[in-house]
Structure formats: C-alpha cells, structure tokens
C-alpha cells in the first residue's frame, strides 16, 4: 500500500454533512482491491476526512481473530476509556459493534455493568462462547423491545466505519435512559498529515475500512447536532467522546483517568484460568497478566505467575519460556512473543537482578518484532514496534553491564528500527541515555577500585617509608 500527498479539488460524498462537491483532495492510496487506488479528502463544508472508496464487508478469518485475542484486544484502552466515565456499578450497558467482547466483559468484572453486545460477525460468536457474554445480531431498533434503553451505550472504533454516522447517533439517542451517556472512541484526523509516522497513520486512515475521520471539534458538534450534551477529548491520536441526554451525567467524567493495573492483572488471571488449554484466550491473558503485573511493579505476583506462563506457551507454540535463545533468526515467530519476552525482560532484570538472562529475553523479544516486519513488510499493529523499540533499548543498557563489546551493534539495530517504525526519537534517545549511564557507572566504578587501590597502595608506600626511616638500617642505606 502506497501513499502519495496531493493536491486538487475532487467530488466524493462526505458521510458527516452529505456535501460532495470542491472537496480538497489531501493524498491517493495504491490499494490492490482497486485499480483507481482510494482518494483522502477533506470535507470543505464541515472539514471531516473522507476516503473515497470502501473494501468489501469483512472477510477476516479465524485466524485474524486468534492474533486479534492473543495480542492486539486494547484491554487496556477499553479499561481506560470505561474508567473515564465515572458511572455508578451495576449499570445496565449495551456495546454496539462489540466484536469479541471484551469491553462488555472487562465492564463486568471491574464495574458489576449488565451488557449485551451487538455484533453480527465470527469475532461475536466466538465472544458469545469463550466469555459467556449476550451478544446479538441486529441493530440498535431490532435488537429489543421498543421501550428498552441504557444508563451506558459503548461503541469503541465504530463510528467511522459508518456511512451515515448522524443516522446512527440518532439511534443511539433513542436508546439512552435520561440519566445515562454514550461513550465513543474513534482516530483522530489531525493524525492526517505528512509528518504522521505510518506506523500511526496506517491504522488511523485503515484504507477500505474506515468511511471518514473528524477531529474533536468536528467530533462534538456531530454529538450537539445528534442531541447530546458532549464532552470530548484526545488521547494520542484517538478522540475519546462522552454524551448525554442531561448535562449533569457529564458531572462525573473524568477524561485521562485509567484503571488500575493491578486491577486489570485480576481479570486476565481470572480469564486466563477459565481459557480452555492451548487456546489464545489463554495465551493472550496470560501475557497481558504479566505486563500488568510488571507495570504496576508487583513482581512477586508477576514471578509467582511464570509458571502459568511457562505452560500456556508451551500448550500454544511449543516454545519455552526459559530458552528464549530458540526464537532468534527463526521466521515468522508469533508476535506476541514481542511483549512476552520484553516484560519477562523487565522482571528478570529489575526482580531477579539477573543481567544475563535479562539480556537473553530482550533480545527475543526484539527479534520477534521484527521477524513481523520481516514478513509483511510494515508492522500490522502498534504494540508490536513499540515493544520491540522498548526491548532493544533494554538490552543495549543491559548488555552494556554484561557484554560492553555487543553494544554498538544494537544501539545501530535501535537506529535501523526508528527508521522501519520500531520507536521513535525519544525512545532512542531515553534508551541512549540509559546506555550512556550504564558506562558512565562503570568508568566511575572502574575509577573508584582505582583510587582504592591506589590510596591502599599509598599507605603501604608510606608505611613502607615510616618502616625504612624508622629502621637503623635504612638511614645507613639512603
Ligand atoms: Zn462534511
């Protein structure tokens, strides 16, 4: 997929306000799905970003949605995003367009909400199974009695893959109860531009699946438009929205707030011990237990979990947790393998204080982000770069302690990254400060046994010279 910015005028139909004509052609996209390729405009009556053309209704496998349930999921986001709402326990909450599920489930163990999803696709019915959830297919109108409504309606990166999104909003207005607000999440069109690293440009244009993108202006006065009082904001390169029938529902969001690591390290050792053997559910949760350990800093917990960890990898890939070595310059290695074995990293240095084994990790985790690079020539997901640009940082400071002669080579693999995605300036940086640091305490170390040394060897020179003067001998030899 090749992107070119360019300039003109062009006539594409703008799903927001419906104006077609004098749009501002901002870029073309080479697609294979299409000889005429996909054209990015923006709307010159109501600014919202609009693609040109769209991929025919989803066709991904189960295997899309496996890797979908083992790394990518946005636990945590979706965590954060329910966090922020400030809504009582016990609410009664409907997730359109949920897919697998997760929101609906994470709501339910964190906050005691009631849900019922609406989806039509595989993901939804392998939700339905794994996390005993109501999922239905059908819409907002036909999917319950005339006079059901809810206290939250959820709908996480839906938004723009709707054709009539004013449509949608006012269907959801229908369905909220007076006290109750809707919470939408959807990219953010300032990300737009040429200076947007692909790795984030990619995902938020999703060429073929997204109908259009608004800033958080544009944003709010949709949700004003449809209805709702609104409070919106961005986080990164996502908008993050909040409406409501009464203003006073708004009172108790809290944009920017998260839920608590420890908290989501309960849920995912809770799914991970309810997952059937083998299964990515079981693998993905195990995983996610860890790095939420590892960044709340529990590391007892996170130890006392290895060996959870240890089996369901083994139960899935047949890989060892112990011998990460096995995995460099192997093809092809599961992604997940990347945050795996950056957060076993984490621990093994900072936990078990063991540099070695430490670096071993680091170095398989890096490999793993880049062998998914390695074969599809861009990354297919954000945490991947991210934890692999993390874990080579990790093991050039790790290795500065262990193996000094090894470090040029991987702060060069770091540079090689930044410039494929895997990190950007500032985690090179921060990783060569690290580094620089590392040799910093080792020459002010080496320096210190110097002085040691010398000041040990200038008192027995002077014990040596009181010893020699104070001797009838000496004077007779000096
Ligand atoms: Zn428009």
Redesign the pocket.
């Known amino acids: 997929m090749a992107l070119e910015w360019v300039s003109g005028a062009v006539e594409l139909r703008?799903p927001?306000?419906a104006?077609s004509e004098g749009q501002e052609l901002l870029a073309r996209v080479d697609v294979t799905w299409r000889d005429a390729g996909v054209e990015i405009a923006r709307?010159s009556?109501?600014?919202?970003i609009?693609l040109g053309a769209m991929l025919p209704p989803s066709m991904y496998t189960d295997a899309d949605w496996d890797w979908y349930v083992e790394q990518i999921g946005g636990v945590e986001a979706i965590a954060d995003t329910l966090a922020q709402t400030g809504m009582r326990r016990g609410a009664r909450m409907l997730d359109v367009g949920c897919g697998y599920g997760f929101a609906l489930d994470v709501a339910r163990f964190l906050y005691e909400w009631e849900g019922i999803g609406l989806d039509p696709s595989i993901a939804a019915a392998r939700g339905r199974r794994d996390l005993d959830l109501d999922i239905r297919p059908g819409t907002l109108d036909d999917a319950f009695d005339p006079d059901e409504r809810f206290q939250v309606i959820f709908s996480s990166e839906v938004l723009e893959h709707i054709a009539d999104p004013m449509e949608f909003l006012r269907a959801v207005h229908r369905r909220l109860a007076p006290d109750g607000i809707v919470v939408l999440t959807t990219p953010d069109a300032r990300a737009v531009t040429p200076q947007t690293p692909w790795t984030i440009l990619f995902p938020v244009l999703s060429v073929g699946l997204h109908e259009f993108l608004v800033d958080a202006d544009g944003l709010e006065r949709m949700l004003r438009d449809a209805g709702f009082h609104a409070k919106v904001w961005q986080i990164g390169f996502g908008l993050h929205a909040v409406g409501s029938l009464d203003p006073r529902a708004l009172d108790a969001v809290t944009p920017g707030a998260c839920a608590p690591r420890k908290d989501l390290a309960s849920y995912a050792e809770m799914r991970c011990d309810e997952a059937a053997q083998g299964s990515a559910l079981e693998l993905g949760m195990a995983g996610r237990q860890l790095k939420w350990m590892v960044s709340s800093e529990d590391f007892a917990r996170a130890s006392a979990h290895l060996p959870k960890l240890r089996q369901a990898l083994h139960d899935r890939y047949s890989i060892d947790l112990d011998d990460p070595k096995q995995i460099v310059g192997r093809p092809g290695v599961p992604p997940v393998l990347t945050p795996v074995f950056c957060n076993l990293g984490i621990l093994r240095l900072w936990y078990e204080q063991d540099a070695p084994r430490a670096a071993d990790c680091f170095e398989a985790a890096a490999w793993a982000g880049r062998a998914q690079w390695d074969v599809y020539g861009q990354y297919q997901d954000p945490e991947t770069p991210a934890y692999e640009a993390l874990a080579r940082g990790h093991l050039a400071s790790t290795l500065a302690r262990v193996a000094p002669e090894r470090v040029p080579a991987v702060l060069q693999e770091l540079d090689e990254g930044m410039a494929r995605g895997a990190g950007d300036e500032d985690v090179v940086a921060a990783a060569k400060a690290r580094v620089n640091a590392e040799f910093a305490l080792r020459r002010s170390r080496t320096r210190r046994i110097l002085r040691r040394a010398r000041s040990v060897a200038g008192g027995a020179r002077r014990r040596l010279r009181r010893a020699i003067r104070g001797r009838p001998w000496s004077g007779r030899r000096a």
Request: proline residues 0%; neutral net charge; glycine residues 10%.
């Open positions: 703008c927001v306000c104006h709307c009556a109501c600014g919202a609009v």
